[in-house]
């Protein structure tokens, strides 16, 4: 999490969570040359949503991988 500029001003609640969708590859944060963020106040898309819970189902095991 280091890379990410933006997750310093969490709580350790929220450092927490952020750090388990980061480490599980549920989600992750945008990089480019300039700076690394992870967003963690900006809103979330349904779209964006269904892929979270389909990622959230393979790291459990209840539903497979897909290509």
């Known amino acids: 999490l280091a890379a990410y500029t933006d997750v310093k001003s969490l709580n350790a609640d929220e450092l927490a969570g952020v750090t388990a969708v980061v480490k599980n590859e549920v989600m992750v944060g945008q990089v480019n040359a300039a ?33």
Do not use: C, I, M, Y
């Open 35 to 67: 700076e690394s963020t992870f967003n963690p106040n900006d809103p979330l898309t349904r779209s964006a949503l269904a892929v979270v819970l389909e990622k959230l189902l393979q790291v459990k095991g209840t539903l497979p991988a897909t290509e």
